[in-house]
């Protein structure tokens, strides 16, 4: 399906502010893991996705990430096409379940990297890196290699990192699901809050329905197909 | 460390034994071993033995015979310090540029999925596990006559024959490198460029320094290319060492050659291994390894273009050595294939075909030896509450030491009266043995430490005595990797030349021998019959590799 022939492309999506995702399929390695998803994303909501683990749900989150190439179907934002927009130029941000922090730099480093690769001047950078590690509530823990942090610690960082790059859209992708239920709760809570105060629309993807609950205006869930996942809300 | 073995996993059995010198743990190894000791020291005294007679001995004496005022005076002078220059030159020249033709290669063979992929890992991987001395004949037959004794040869052929270090110490790191942390760079905002540099070379780095320290090591120690590509004004410490014992008699001045060379090695190793460890990154390696991808960008198009083109290039030395075999004058014939089994005009010149049975002879009783001492010691290791670690890296210390000072040192030791062993056929196989038992041990242990220890303990129960028990329960595995082993020592043995060019009777040429010295004299009837007694060797080494494939088991030999 071209993306310009698609007329839920022309017709709904590009009316919408914000992400719009229309009839996206995939296939990985022979097998069909999307089939037919579109959803949409206003500029100051909160979405959960809620699906059980192996639906897809992570793989939607890439496709919209730039990670991962449709076999068909469109990603907007403001209704305007961003399907050849490289990861890196799509400004929008993803928090790993298992938080990925680069393991060569400290945790000051992790949160400055999108900062760094912008090229902003140091005394910038580093005003701003403490201003998001206490935004996480992490002050003076800069210097700190991350292999000692705690699980809790690592998704912090992580979420800072992604909130420096000052992303137009942020993907959580089971963002506390290695961790316990108390501590999953609470930072849930915590990110639903600090994510609406900054004004960052986000998809938060989990398997957990009290999760979703918690952390979302709205709920969508993916559910599996014969022919992979789809949607429904 | 002129290693002449055959391919496949030979060569990447090396490069694990190897590795530890260099002081990289590229993968994960596995669990504490749950051995119930029977009884450990039963099965070292056999190696210590060993070791201690055929390499700790000869290494005393080849440094009490550096001390003398001969070699001093070798120390001292002028032109043993040019041949250190330009050894070291050629081996980081050689590093730098397998790196540049390698790094691509092993990011194409391990990140990218397309046809033929196997065909093209198992090309760049054969040019490492030819003996050195076919790796020379094949350039001699490939290069124009210009470029002999050029360092332009030397360098090609050191590149070709690198290239499958590089390939797998740091394609087989990138395999496993998460590549989530490129993925995060890029949702941050990092663009291509900026991913290499600033997350996927951080991590790499240290394999990458692996591979540069295994390299320059190799090519630092190369002997069979260098003595066949180099000349005059390009030889390597290496030759100059074995010209000097087999042509100038200067036995001092050769032993403290032995000596400067193993302290550059000595110095090389602590200085990679610091290296290694300052820029090691403590990370998570995804354990399966990373799903490989059909190449689609531009960029990825581009490296998998270029390590086609690298698949294609390392095949052309062989095919010119199969070419100079039949090559006669302006056409083509078997002459040469059927001057092998001519006699020479001299006693001593044996027709070629001969050194086949030299070779096949000595290789049964190599194996016979590195089985032997090599399965005691992996059992020694496997079962010793303690000193096991210690017998490990003492037995891997030949394979440290260069080929050439290994030949050289049983040489000066067991060449005069009351041990001279040099009329007797068994110091070549000895030799080899020092080589390959390194290769039976990292075969054998895994095998060992992976075995159950309540299968013991179960025998025990049903009557069997320790003897017994060790017998029926550990035997059988053991036979199995024993046999592997056996190959590996095989091929060793087949393809040695820096350690037997020193040792071998002069009426009793080894097959690489031979190869060495028809290409050392000039006309085509002699490069003809050295391309074909080339090929002739490779075909052996090929069938006792594929024989040792065919019994290795997963998990055999594999670290």
Known sequence: MSPSTDPRAVSSQAAFQGLGVAGVSVSLGGRRVLDDVSLHVAPDEAVALLGPSGV???????????????????????????????????????????????????????????????GVPEVERRSEVDRLLELVDLAGLGERPVDTLSGGQAQRVALARALAARPRLLLLDEPF???????????????????????????????????AALVADRVLALVPGAHGARLEG | MDRDVGPGDVALTVLDSLRGPVGVQVTPTGGQPRIQPPRGRVFGWLPVIFIGVFFAWPLVTVLSRSLSARGVDVLLSGATWRIVGFTTMQAVLSTVLTLAVGLPAAYAMQRLNFRGRRLVLALLTVPFVLPTVVVGASFRALLPTAWDGTLAAILVAHVFFNLAVVIRVVGGFWAHLDDRYEQAARTLGAGPITVWRTVTWPLLRPAVLAAAGLVFLFTFTSFGVVLVLGGPTTTTLEVEIYRRTVQLFDLPGAAMLCILQMSAVLIVIVVATRLQRRLTVRQRLSRSGVARRPARSTADRLLLGVTLVEAGLVALPLLALARASLRVGDGWGLDWWRALSVDGPSTRDVAAWQSLRVSLSYAVVTVLIAVAVGGAAACAIAYARRGGDA????????????????????????????FDLRGSAIIVPIGHALVAIPLVVRTVLPVLRAMDPRLREVAATLGASPGRSWRSVDLPVLSRALGVGAGFAAAVSLGEFGAT????????????????????????????QAAALSVVLVVVTALAVIVTERLRTPGSGSL
Do not use: C, M
């Not at chain 2, 097959?511 to 009837?525: M, S």
């Open chain 1, 56 to 118: 897809g749900k992570s793989t939607l989150l890439r496709v919209v990430a730039g990670l991962v190439t449709p076999d068909a179907g469109v990603v907007t934002w403001d209704g305007s096409d961003i399907g050849d927009v490289p990861a890196h130029r799509r400004r929008i941000g993803l928090v790993f379940q298992d938080a990925v922090l680069f393991p060569h730099r400290d945790v000051a480093g992790n949160v400055g990297y999108g900062l760094d690769v912008a």
């Open chain 1, 177 to 211: 699901g290695a961790l316990d239920r108390d501590l999953r709760d609470r930072l849930g809570v915590e990110v639903r809050d600090l994510l609406r105060s900054l004004g960052v629309p986000a998809v938060h993807v989990t398997h957990d329905a009290g999760e």
């Open chain 2, 391 to 418: 017998l490990d890296s003492a037995l891997t210390l030949p394979l440290g030491t260069s080929a050439v000072t290994v030949g050289f040192g049983l040489l000066i030791t067991f060449a005069v009266p009351p």
């Open chain 2, 501 to 528: 060019s020193f040792l071998a009777r002069a009426d009793a040429p080894t097959l690489p021998v031979q190869i060495g010295r028809l290409l050392a004299r000039p006309g085509e009837v002699n490069s003809g």
